[in-house]
């Protein structure tokens, strides 16, 4: 990444820090239980791993002869 006042371009290290969630309440649970039926009709937008390496290359040749 290029620095802000110049200098070398170099690697951004970042850490990245998920917390989920524990003790919810009922309502909680069911709102989120919603969210993943939403997800689950168009799962492949959502979840990157759905789609194989061949998949993207379809989809990346499809994009160059559209």
């Known amino acids: 990444m290029k620095p802000v006042r110049g200098g070398p371009v170099g690697d951004l290290l970042c850490r990245v820090v998920v917390e989920t969630p524990v ?4 309502s909680q649970k069911e709102l989120l239980g919603q969210l993943q039926e ?3 009709d168009d799962a492949k937008r959502h ?3 759905e789609t194989s390496w061949f998949d993207a290359m379809r989809d990346f040749v499809d994009r160059l002869t559209k």
């Open 23 to 26: 003790k919810l309440s009922g």
């Open 38 to 40: 939403s997800l689950e």
């Open 47 to 49: 979840s990157p791993r």
